[in-house]
């Protein structure tokens, strides 16, 4: 069996399903990928400098046409200075575009996905993190209900399904859970993780809500939630792994983050 076409491509699939029919091609996520579609993947970035270089390998290789945007939220661990080193490198080819954003004094995560949401031009745009807890393999899984038409907007859900998932803090797989449920409440959708990174929007989305979002920090997640609801779009969830970090690994958010996006799950979801 030749199988030394493109993945995604049109000859990839037509050779996969001559051979093991086009039911399990469905079941197993195989399906084409437009040739001319574009992937704009946001990476906001704030003290990554150990884990940058490893996920930007690990997003370059995702075999699907690509915009790569990051953006530096101010970094002071040396992260920015790689940043520079790449950008003196041949860092774009065929199938990845890369593009490098820098803030003038350290805003916040939201204001760093806000900046490369803004500044993207693909066609469909997703929001990737820096430091390793998600992998970029899944694109093509959480795209596919955009491309076949089916969705506006997807949602990666860390607790749908039987993916790896790294068992770390109790209190705050608890939080996330109560978190999405209050903002379900006010949004009326029954979404299993909204504080999850893995949001992917359609390009006429990102240009509909993005103008209007104001959080900076972690208030993005519900804000953007709470507005894509408002729009009335279409919504799904995939399942995906997660392979969390501990506070001695880097992770950032605390508690004061919590209590801020109950505040805006409540300002949002009431009013626009």
């Avoid at 969390?244 to 949002?268: F, M, Q, T």
Wanted: hydrophobic content about 35%.
């Amino acid at each position: 069996m030749e199988l030394d076409h493109q993945p995604y491509s049109q000859s990839w699939y037509d050779g996969l399903c001559s051979h093991i029919g086009a039911i399990p091609c469905r079941q197993l996520g195989i399906y084409v990928i437009p040739e001319e579609l574009v992937l704009s993947v946001v990476i906001p970035i704030f003290n990554e400098e150990k884990t940058l270089e490893a996920i930007l390998e690990r997003v370059r290789s995702v075999p699907i046409r690509k915009e790569i945007v990051l953006v530096d939220d101010f970094s002071s661990d040396g992260t920015r200075e790689l940043l520079k080193r790449l950008e003196g490198e041949t860092t774009s080819d065929d199938f990845n575009h890369l593009r490098i954003l820098y803030h003038d004094r350290n805003y916040g995560k939201g204001r760093a996905v806000r900046t490369g949401m803004g500044d993207a031009t693909g066609d469909i745009v997703l929001i990737q993190d820096a430091d390793l807890e998600y992998d970029p393999s899944e694109y093509p899984r959480l795209i596919q209900p955009i491309i076949e038409g089916k969705a506006d907007v997807v949602y990666g859900s860390r607790f749908l399904g039987d993916y790896a998932h790294r068992v770390l803090y109790f209190w705050h797989y608890l939080g996330n859970r109560f978190l999405t449920t209050v903002s379900n409440c006010f949004t009326n959708l029954n979404l299993t993780d909204m504080e999850t990174c893995y949001k992917v929007f359609r390009r006429e989305v990102v240009a509909e809500v993005v103008p209007k979002l104001k959080q900076n920090r972690f208030g993005f997640e519900p804000e953007i939630t709470a507005r894509v609801a408002r729009s009335k779009r279409r919504i799904y969830e995939m399942s995906i792994s997660y392979s969390g970090r501990s506070y001695e690994e880097g992770k950032k958010i605390g508690w004061r983050d919590g209590v801020s996006a109950l505040w805006c799950i409540v300002r949002y979801g009431i009013s626009d």
